[in-house]
């Protein structure tokens, strides 16, 4: 009552024109962390495998590397040196992919140079359409499940909660009870009275 009373006595004095001197508290700023978030940057890689179509597209494309390098082999293993062992014929079939098939000397039957054409025009699309599916998966489809967002986000105050305003404070214990209820009335529409 005292600290009240004196603060209103200290405001009615001011006049228009006094400098009004406004004490406020700063926010303490983030550390720099020196260590990497290892849960952090295992939790990106859990969710690039579980959640992107990047593992059944990559073995999709370990598929048709095999098998058009298992083909060039057979067509060229007796008529180009440069195919004599198979593992010569996969580093060449790489190198195709990455280099659009301008790595020569090249297969140099028809079968061969057709194999190795398609094999080089595949392999880059399908490499690279794993990897815009993957960054299309990770960066754009969560943005259509909000739910995904917002228990993300829920998670990271959670984990800085010591460092929360109490403004933050509010908001995240309003969106905790406005998910707990909505799924509350989820549970009971279906008729499953259980939590």
Do not use: C
Not at 10 to 38: E, H, M
Not at 81 to 107: C, I, K, R
Not at 124 to 148: C, E, L, W
């Amino acid at each position: 009552m005292k600290d009240s009373q004196q603060f209103d006595k200290a405001t009615s004095q001011r006049r228009l024109g006094d400098k009004v001197v406004r004490i406020t508290k700063r926010k303490q700023r983030r550390r720099l962390r020196i260590i990497p978030n290892i849960p952090g940057i295992i939790r990106f890689f859990w969710d690039i495998i579980h959640e992107t179509p990047f593992v059944p597209l990559f073995f999709v494309l370990i598929v048709i590397f095999l098998i058009s390098s298992l083909g060039i082999f057979l067509a060229e293993k007796s008529m180009n040196s440069q195919f004599d062992t198979f593992g010569h014929t996969l580093w060449w079939s790489f190198t195709a992919m990455q280099t659009q098939g301008a790595n020569s000397p090249g297969p140099i039957t028809p079968l061969g140079m057709t194999i190795g054409a398609v094999w080089s025009i595949i392999g880059t699309v399908v490499f690279f359409g794993v990897i815009i599916a993957t960054f299309y998966a990770y960066y754009v489809d969560p943005k259509r499940r909000p739910s995904k967002t917002i228990i993300d986000a829920l998670q990271y105050n959670l984990e800085e909660i010591d460092d929360l305003s109490v403004d933050e404070l509010g908001a995240l214990k309003d969106t905790v009870t406005n998910m707990v209820n909505a799924r509350i009335a989820k549970i009971e529409k279906n008729g499953q009275n259980q939590l």
